[in-house]
């Protein structure tokens, strides 16, 4: 792709990157609730009830309690 300037550069490369490692970013998605099983992360619960396993999750949103 074409990265005009360095703010499209810094936030597209690594996405692309990722993505290329069978990375799925989803973004604008609201999370409901991280499954965990022993302290151990087993998905994600979305706020729609769509469960995605995984054994990986990152994020940047700020926890609310």
Avoid: M
């Amino acid at each position: 792709g074409v990265y005009k300037g360095w703010h499209g550069f810094f936030h597209e490369v690594p996405r692309l990157e990722a993505e290329k490692e069978g990375v799925v970013i989803r973004r604008e998605t609201t999370v409901d609730e991280i499954i965990l099983d022993n302290n151990r992360v087993q998905g994600v619960r979305l706020e729609s009830g769509e469960e995605i396993t995984s054994s990986r999750v990152a994020s940047n949103c700020t926890p609310h309690h």
